[in-house]
């Protein structure tokens, strides 16, 4: 199966304001937009991905970006409507769609490559974070109408909605976000691409 990858990317001077204990405003937003540089590298570098949208208001990272990715414009309507613009860009092409959240600065294109093989079997699927209560990356094959619940608890939201879990590794990069300050611990661990590991 071929993929287009949706990444939504708030604009990164309102991003990750649960790490505003540990990080000044001006290191938050460079570390926002770093962890979209990683991610999205990722998944242009993974096999079976023909396209990646990039769904953001944020100004430096459009620059930064322009040229390997499509830039789709901030819809409003906060997250979910952010997925759905990119989703309606690419499934116009009647393509199989992968949403995949912009806050993975560890993940590896081989752990996103065998996550895909799996969803391939589902007509839709998601990637559970870490903790196993949010939803790190959410898919649907081709004509599958994609319906987004991210947010608090929506990795319970997707499996509700019948998308099926799947049995990525539990130390899968996929897998790994960064929302709150231990989280960044573990993503050091883990190794972060080149962007983010220039910030921390
Ligand atoms: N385009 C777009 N992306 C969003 C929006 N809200 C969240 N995202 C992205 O979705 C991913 C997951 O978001 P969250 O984990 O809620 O991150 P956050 O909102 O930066 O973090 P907190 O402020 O700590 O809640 C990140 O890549 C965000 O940049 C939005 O309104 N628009
Ligand atoms: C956006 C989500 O949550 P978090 O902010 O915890 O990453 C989600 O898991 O859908």
Redesign the pocket.
């Known amino acids: 199966m071929r993929w287009v990858v949706v ?4 604009p990164a001077a ?6 505003a204990g540990v990080l000044s405003a001006s290191a938050r937003e460079r570390l ?1 937009r770093a ?2 540089r990683d ?1 999205v590298a990722a998944a242009v570098a993974t096999p079976d991905v023909d396209r990646v949208v990039v ?3 944020d100004a430096p990272l459009r620059t930064l970006l322009a040229g390997t990715v499509e830039l789709v414009d ?1 819809p409003g309507g ?2 979910n ?2 997925v759905r613009a990119g989703i309606d860009r690419a499934s116009a092409a009647d393509v199989a769609v992968a949403v995949l ?3 993975l600065p560890a993940l590896r294109p081989d752990d996103l490559a065998d996550a895909l093989r799996l969803a391939d079997a589902h007509d839709r699927a998601f990637v559970a974070d870490a903790d196993g209560t ?1 939803t790190t990356l959410l898919t649907a094959l081709p004509g599958v109408p994609v319906d987004p619940a ?2 608090p608890g929506s990795a319970a939201a997707h499996e509700r909605a019948g998308h099926v879990r799947l049995a990525v590794g539990a130390t899968s990069t996929v897998r790994r ?1 960064v ?1 709150v300050p231990e989280d960044l611990a573990e993503v050091a661990r883990l190794g972060v691409g080149p962007a983010t590991g220039a910030v921390l």
């Open positions: 990444v939504p990317v708030k309102d991003g990750k304001t649960r790490l926002v962890m979209a991610t769904v953001t208001a901030e906060g997250l409507g952010a959240l912009g806050d949010g991210f947010g976000d929302d």
